[in-house]
């Protein structure tokens, strides 16, 4: 329904914008202009609200009533009236759970910019009142997995929890996200992210979810308590934790180890030579 | 001192007796006589100058500051908190202070003496002959003719026989040498076609089918692994999911159901009824080089190996799209059995891991 | 009872007396203590391996104390409490243990690490003084053999301590060590299951990596050691040319007092940066990998850098696999992908290295035995060879890595990969060709300076409103002002202050001990010989 609207937009961005198609342009030009509408002073744009009318949720609660107004307002051109999804744009989010709005929004991963390989972490553009009030709309419209509230992490008396979060974290995580936390390379410009600034409810959310690459972990696979121990695990043993070797160089493994001989070991050595060497 | 070499053409050695010679003159003649020529030798400061005892203080000063830093280190060693403890920062700085205080106190050492070297020495410049090239043609003539006399007296030459019992003799002695290492070491791979089993051959669990668990053991339901999620099996047997059984760790995948449709109408024929309804479980082990290809990406369906980036097409075969693999990871044929729970119903039908010569 | 007098200041050169009467060590004695050594940094790069070896001696047998090289299962409850509890091998756990629970056990095992990397980076270093300034040729070319195979066998040293913490990452580096074993033609499954005792991993391979990692290799590279040692002591070390060194002497400081402190003064200063390194910097952090287990690994494995060239030409090499049949026999044959780039490509390169000396003397018709070495424009095609070798070399190594540089730098991997392979075919040919350039463009200017002078900065206006720069001519010039220097391939002053025109020359490190100044830049100008007084008095200012 906005297709044609932004034609000035997609004008002006066409000068710099490389071989993507014609839609994803148009797309991202949609993205960009509500969203510099909305920060621009709330001016608000009238859509049809009432156009799928006919699959109307019936009764949303406060939260939510606030929720569909940001998501009217911010998602609706990719993710639909109700948020059913818009062929080539963006998938149906009914089913997806309030767990996917926080992380997905939480992080700042939605509303995308544009069209890439993956979305990237950023700043987020809602605040954590208005995440919650998205994401409670979407559960209300078509349920999902949700975050357990309260504490995500292992009880500290259990001593051991971190160990066994240690070892899930191997098995199930470190493939991707490398045994640091650091993140890692899939195929074809896909990543998985470091875990350096993801929260307890991120990580939560993330395998309850697997979004867009990440396989799902579901609470049949990870326990809530096997999730916990490895949230656990990450924060406290890999993120809190300094490393006891002096400087971790990043853990990177052997890479940086070798570029650090020869950066600062060889180099601080030949420079002795050439001061041995020298004719004082 | 500082000695510039007079012209000395004869070179008729010295009288290192006579009394009237410095100590410096009779080093020097030794030097000469190595076929050494000192040709300058000149101390860098003068003795007792400004610039020497400014000089002294700084070696001093290193060798000071070594022993200040070995001693630092003794302190840090016997007092500092040196056991790991989860979350504390202090603990942490023990082996960085540890480095630190070596470090400088070995680094003090080298600067201390090499600045003794480089600046209280006198500096100096040698020539020496290097009597280099081959030996006379008289020693070489010598030593030749010698040696060809002892073969001639060994008289191989004319007693052919006894250079022939000889080699024959100690050929055998050499492989007696060899043979225990050999054979000591050697395993036969064939015998047993351990490369082509795995943990999930029913023969190995009394030949029923092999259940699939998770790595603490526990059978696997259905409804365990959600939808774009993956797990990573192990063959329901004693230590099955050690390194006893190295190759058999599987990953069991649920596919969304038009990923498994698509799965479904690719499979090979080798694959035919491995699947059970969206679910594939694929070799984990890498067919390249056997790395753990478990990068799973759920919404394009391709398992990423880590080690050299092969990338398998988990909806076709897990073929190789990508990468140095060749192989596709072979599937393992799967059910549910009665109680409700993932079994193999046979081992894998093509052997697992990397290639190697006597494999089809 | 007479005490008898003991004049203690007669001791030394009693007991001196004594052992000589025993041992006849004066002359042999007196033949070291004046031993002549050029002095040069680039003489010093050998000595950082072998200063790193001793490390490597010192650290590891700290460590052998506490390994147990064994795969028994046992269930860690150390004080690494992230692990508690958790099932590994008992090398793994005892190599916790002397992280953790041995008291300064974490900077020995760091130092030895960061020591293996520094004596193999020090190995490559020195290779490359060597080969580019040609010390290799005849005589030495024996030599070059055995520093070829110090680093094989380095190699094999660091691929055995590696593997030997049985750690997550160590184990896959070894599964595909295993997968490289299978992979060679008719052999590779029976050299596999007996090197592993039966499949990977088996029960004895730490073991016999145990064995081979402490006493073998080390043996090996100890006896090499000595012997390359030995042979540069009795072929005596090459040296640069320049004023008054010839093919036939060395020119240098003897051996006591001031070269052998300036050995013991390195000795200290490499030890010094190794602990630095091994206190700063965490290598090699085996806790946060885990135990090996079949299943578990982690994004981005390398090995160290001296093996990542091999595995970036596994990752680079494509999906090639031979299969065939013979003549009915088996169910037919495979030569797996793998083969290539870990089996053929490191054969290529040993014996390529080792053959070198050869045919670059059979190439150039050179017999001659050489003392004096060669700067490396002088001698374009083989330093442009040297430096096509290091592009192949360095697209290898990085592409060893090239997953972490896609996740880090947001490249895609599979171009990467595609970079990689193109870079490996174009690069070298392109490195050949730039450093030719090179070369010739330095020679071309050295000659310019022999020919016109040196440039100093002094701009003259002519009597015709020309501006012209004066040039000091290195030696008295021709009536076109041209120098009658012959280009000598030693070092040639660019700068006025290297000729004395602005005080006292000769700082930095770069260029020989003589000051160039008083000394003409054309070897026999005047003629050179080494009783020649009036030569020695040049050196000498």
């Known amino acids: ?242 490393d006891p070797g002096g400087w971790g160089l990043g853990r990177f493994g052997p890479v940086t180890e070798g570029l650090a001989i020869f950066l600062v070991g060889i180099v601080a050595l030949v420079f002795a030579s050439l001061w041995i060497a020298g004719k004082s | 001192m500082s000695t510039e070499t007079e012209p000395r053409v004869e070179q008729e050695p010295l009288d290192v007796f006579d009394p009237r010679l410095t100590r410096f003159d009779i080093m020097r003649e030794g030097a000469r006589r190595e076929g050494i020529e000192i040709v300058h030798y000149e101390a860098q400061y003068p003795p007792g100058s400004r610039a020497e005892r400014r000089m002294t203080r700084i070696v001093a000063s290193f060798f000071l500051l070594t022993g200040l830093a070995a001693t630092a280190f003794l302190v840090i060693y016997t007092w500092g908190p ?81 250079g022939f019992a000889a080699l024959a003799g100690l050929a055998p002695v050499g492989l007696v040498a060899a043979a225990p290492l050999i054979g000591g070491l050697i395993k036969d791979p064939v015998e047993d076609r351990i490369l082509f089993k795995t943990g999930w051959d029913p023969a190995g669990n009394g030949g029923k089918p092999v259940r699939v668990t998770r790595e603490d053991g526990t059978p696997i339901r259905p409804e365990d692994v959600s939808v774009g999620g993956q797990m990573t099996v192990f063959p329901g047997i004693p230590g099955g999911a050690t390194n006893e059984h190295a190759d058999s760790p599987t990953l069991l995948i649920h596919l969304r159901p038009d990923d498994a449709k698509k799965t479904l109408d690719t499979l090979k024929p080798v694959n035919q009824g491995s699947m059970w309804e969206n679910f594939v479980a694929y070799s984990k082990i890498c067919t390249h080089a056997g790395c753990p290809a478990s990068l799973y990406e759920q919404q394009t369906n391709r398992l990423l190996c880590p080690c050299h980036q092969s990338q398998f097409l988990i909806t076709d075969n897990a073929r190789p799209i990508f990468g140095p693999a060749t192989r596709s990871l072979p599937m393992l044929p799967i059910e549910v059995d009665e109680e409700g729970f993932f079994v193999a119903t046979s081992d894998y039908k093509v052997a697992v891991g990397p290639a190697f010569w006597e494999r089809p | 009872m007479k005490r008898r007098k003991i004049d203690v200041r007669a001791i030394p050169a009693k007991s001196a007396g004594a052992l000589d009467d025993r041992f006849q060590a004066a002359t042999p004695l007196r033949s070291l203590l004046n031993k002549v050594f050029p002095d040069h940094w680039s003489f010093l790069l050998g000595e950082i391996a072998l200063f790193s070896f001793i490390v490597l001696l010192l650290t590891g047998t700290f460590l052998t104390f506490f390994y147990e090289p064994s795969l028994q299962t046992v269930t860690y409850d150390g004080s690494y409490t992230p692990l508690r ?48 300034t040609g010390a290799f040729r005849k005589p030495r070319e024996t030599n070059w053999i055995i520093g070829s195979l110090l680093f094989w066998i380095g190699f094999l ?24 074993m299978l992979s060679i033609p008719v052999i590779g499954s029976w050299v596999t299951t007996s090197i592993f005792d039966g499949e990977f991993p088996g029960h004895v391979i730490m073991g016999r990596f145990y064995i081979a990692h402490v006493l073998l290799i080390p043996g090996i590279l100890l006896a090499l050691i000595a012997v390359h040692v ?131 003397a059979r190439l150039t018709k050179d017999k001659k035995a050489h003392n004096l070495l060669q700067r490396p424009r002088d001698v374009p095609a083989r330093t442009a060879l040297g430096a096509m070798a290091i592009m192949f070399w360095l697209v290898l190594t990085l592409s060893g890595g090239n997953d972490v540089i896609a996740d880090k730098f947001h490249i895609s ?28 463009g330095l020679q071309q200017h050295d000659r310019e300076v022999l020919a016109h002078g040196v440039e100093t900065g002094i701009i003259k206006r002519l009597p015709d409103g020309r501006f012209i720069e004066v040039h000091q001519p290195l030696a008295p010039v021709d009536e076109h002002g041209h120098g009658e220097l012959d280009y000598a391939g030693w070092v040639v002053p660019k700068k006025m202050n290297r000729l004395g025109a602005l005080g006292p020359a000769i700082k930095g490190f770069f260029y020989p001990i003589e000051k160039p100044a008083e000394a003409p830049v054309s070897p026999g100008h005047p003629p050179v010989s080494p009783i020649e007084p009036a030569r020695r008095e040049e050196i000498s200012k």
């Not at chain 3, 990969?417 to 870079?423: E, F, L, N, P």
Request: proline share 6%.
């Open chain 3, 157 to 180: 040293a660091g691929f055995t301590g590696y593997s030997l913490p049985d750690d997550a990452l160590s184990g896959t580096g070894l599964r595909i060590a295993s997968a490289i």
């Open chain 3, 230 to 360: 030995g042979l540069v002591f009795k072929q005596k070390h090459t040296q640069w040319p320049g004023p008054g060194r010839t093919e036939h002497n060395v020119v240098g400081e003897r051996m006591f007092p001031r070269y052998a402190i300036k050995q013991g003064g390195f000795f200290m200063i490499v030890f010094g940066v190794i602990a630095l390194m091994g206190g700063l910097f965490q290598i090699n952090p085996i806790w946060l990998f885990g135990p090996y287990e079949a299943f578990t690994v982690s994004a981005a494995s390398q090995p160290d850098w001296y093996v990542m060239f091999l595995d970036g030409s596994t990752r680079l090499f494509p999906a090639w696999e031979i299969r065939f049949d013979l003549f009915g026999w088996g169910d037919g044959y495979t030569i797996p992908p793998i083969f290539w780039p870990t089996v053929v490509l490191p054969g290529v390169l040993t014996m390529l290295p080792l053959a070198y000396p050869f045919i670059e």
């Open chain 2, 82 to 162: 040196w056991e790991y403890e989860l979350g504390s920062n202090v603990s942490k700085l023990y082996t960085p202070l540890l480095g630190l205080t070596l470090g400088i106190a070995l680094l003090g050492i080298g600067f201390g003496i090499l600045t003794w070297g480089k600046k209280l020495l006198p500096r100096e410049v040698a020539i020496q002959d290097r009597h280099d090239g081959p030996s006379t043609t008289e020693d070489r003539k010598i030593t030749g003719e010698t040696m060809v006399y002892i073969a001639e007296e060994l008289g191989l030459k004319r007693r052919k026989a006894l």
């Open chain 3, 413 to 440: 991997l599979n171009a990467m990969t595609w970079a990689g392979r193109i870079g490996l075919l174009i690069l070298p040919p392109i490195a050949y060709y730039v450093t030719y350039r090179i070369c010739l």
């Open chain 1, 1 to 242: 329904m906005t297709s044609d609207s932004p034609g000035w937009l997609g004008r002006l961005r066409r000068g710099r914008s490389g071989p993507r198609s014609r839609v994803r342009r148009r797309v991202g030009s949609v993205v960009r202009l509500t969203l510099a509408l909305t920060l621009a002073g709330g001016v608000y744009i009238v859509f049809a609200p009432g156009l799928a009318g006919a699959k109307d949720t019936p009764q949303l609660s406060t939260a939510a009533e606030e929720g569909k107004a940001l998501f009217n307002q911010s998602c609706i051109t990719c993710h639909g009236p109700n948020a059913q999804g818009v062929e080539g744009r963006g998938p149906s989010l009914i089913g997806v759970g309030a767990a996917s709005v926080e992380f997905q929004v939480g992080t700042g991963r939605m509303p995308m910019a544009r069209q890439e390989a993956q979305a990237e972490r950023k700043p987020p553009v809602f605040t954590d009142e208005q995440t919650r009030q998205l994401a409670q709309y979407i559960q209300e419209l078509g349920g999902g997995p949700q975050v357990p509230s309260g504490d995500l992490r292992a009880p500290e008396s259990d001593e051991e929890a971190i160990a066994r979060g240690g070892n899930l974290f191997r098995i199930n995580c470190s493939s991707c996200h490398a045994f640091g936390g650091g993140g890692g390379a899939l195929s074809s410009g896909k990543y998985a992210p470091g875990l350096g600034e993801a929260t307890d409810q991120q990580i939560y959310a993330a395998m309850l979810t697997g979004p867009q690459n990440m396989p799902v972990f579901g609470d049949n696979q990870l326990t809530p308590e096997q999730k916990k121990e490895i949230i656990s695990y990450i924060q406290e043993a890999l993120k809190q934790d300094r």
């Open chain 3, 85 to 132: 509890g958790t099932h590994m091998s008992a090398a793994y756990a005892s190599s916790l243990d002397l992280s953790f629970d041995v008291r300064g056990g974490l900077i020995m095992r760091q130092m030895h690490h960061w020591a293996a990397l520094t004596f193999m980076a020090a190995i490559v270093v020195h290779m490359f003084r060597i080969f580019f």
